[in-house]
C-alpha cells in the first residue's frame, strides 16, 4: 500500500517509521524530518497516488488547511485517516470535504502517548463510514493493538475527548488523595495497596500512579518528564469543554480539572511536565 504520512513529530515520526517497515510511506513535515523514512517537499506531494494519507496535525485549523492542500491531490476512492486529536467540528467539516471530492475520511485519534506509537501498542477511536474504517483496519494493527469504530465522522474524535476528561479528573482525584493521605498520616505504599484493589480503583492509580516508587513505573518516577504533557492533557480538557457547551451538556467535573490544568500550565511552570505531575503541584499548597 502506498500511504503518505504528514506530520512526523514526536507521535506521527514513529508512527510513519512502523508502517514503513511494510508499506511505501512518503512522509511530509514543515519541521521535522526523520532520517528513516522517505520524504517529499510538500504536503500535496505526499498525498499524491497514495492509497491513503495519514495526517498526525496539532489542531483543527491546521487540519482544515492542510486537507484543502491535500485533498484535491488525492486520487478519487483513497483515503484521508487522520489521526490528530482535533474538535469534533472540524473533524466532521473535513470528513465533509471529503467525500465531495470523491475521497473517505476516518478521524482516528490515538491514545498511549510517544511509547505506544514507538512501540505499535495505541488505541484508535475510529468515526467514519463501516467500508472506510475496515479499509484502513490492517494499518490500525500495524501502529496499534486496538481500534474501535465508533460511529459516524467526527465520533472517534468524541470518544477520545470524553476518554480523557475522565482520565483529568481521575489524575486530579488521585493526586489530590496521595496529598491528603500524607498528611494525615497514611503510608504511601499501604494507600496504593488499599485503593488499587478496592473501589478507588482507577487506570491514573493502578497503571500511572502519580506518587514515585509505588505501583508499575511511571513518569513520577523519572521526574515527572513527560509520556502524556500536562499542557496536552489541557488541549484535550479545552476541546472536551467546547464540545460540551456546542451539546449543551453539563460537564462541572470536566470544567473544573480544565481550570485546574489550565493554572498548571499557565501560571505554575507546568508545561513541558507530564500530567501526573499534579501530586507535586498539591503538595506544595495548603487548604484555601
Given amino acids: 500500500m502506498r500511504i503518505g504520512f504528514i506530520g512526523l513529530g514526536n507521535m506521527g515520526g514513529p508512527m510513519a517509521a512502523n508502517l514503513a517497515k511494510i508499506h511505501d510511506v512518503i512522509g511530509f513535515d514543515t519541521i521535522a524530518t526523520p532520517a528513516s523514512l522517505s520524504l517529499t517537499t510538500s504536503a500535496a506531494e505526499a498525498a499524491k497516488d497514495a492509497d491513503v494519507v495519514i495526517t498526525m496535525l496539532p489542531n483543527g485549523d491546521i487540519l482544515r488547511a492542510v486537507a484543502q492542500d491535500i485533498h484535491p491531490a488525492m486520487k478519487a476512492g483513497a483515503i484521508h485517516l487522520d489521526c490528530s486529536t482535533v474538535d469534533v467540528e472540524s473533524a466532521r467539516a473535513v470528513a465533509a470535504q471529503a467525500k465531495a471530492a470523491g475521497l473517505a475520511a476516518v478521524d482516528a485519534p490515538v491514545s498511549g502517548g510517544i511509547g505506544g506509537a514507538t512501540n505499535g501498542t495505541l488505541t484508535f477511536m475510529a468515526g467514519g463510514t463501516p467500508e472506510a474504517f475496515t479499509a484502513v ?7 496499534g493493538q486496538k481500534a474501535v469504530h465508533c460511529g459516524d465522522a467526527g465520533n472517534g474524535q468524541a470518544a477520545k475527548i470524553c476518554n480523557n476528561m475522565i482520565l483529568g479528573v481521575t489524575m486530579i482525584a ?7 493521605a500524607d498528611k494525615l498520616g497514611l503510608d504511601r505504599q499501604a494507600m496504593f495497596d488499599v485503593v488499587s484493589t ?7 492509580m493502578n497503571a500511572y500512579c502519580p506518587a514515585p516508587g509505588v505501583g508499575p513505573q511511571s513518569p513520577a518516577d523519572n521526574g515527572y518528564q513527560p509520556g502524556f504533557a500536562a499542557e496536552l492533557m489541557l488541549k484535550d480538557l479545552n476541546l472536551s ?3 460540551a457547551e456546542a451539546a449543551d451538556a453539563d460537564t462541572p467535573m470536566g470544567q473544573a480539572a ?9 501560571r505554575e511552570n507546568g508545561t513541558g511536565k507530564d500530567f501526573s505531575a499534579m501530586l507535586p503541584r498539591f503538595e ?5
Fill in 241 to 243: 469543554q467546547m464540545a
Fill in 137 to 143: 483496519q490492517p494499518l490500525f494493527d500495524i501502529m
Fill in 258 to 266: 480544565r481550570d485546574l490544568y489550565a493554572e498548571f500550565v499557565e
Fill in 284 to 288: 506544595k499548597r495548603t487548604r484555601p
Fill in 198 to 204: 478496592s473501589s478507588g480503583y482507577s487506570w491514573s
Fill in 174 to 180: 488521585t493526586s489530590e488523595a496521595f496529598v491528603l
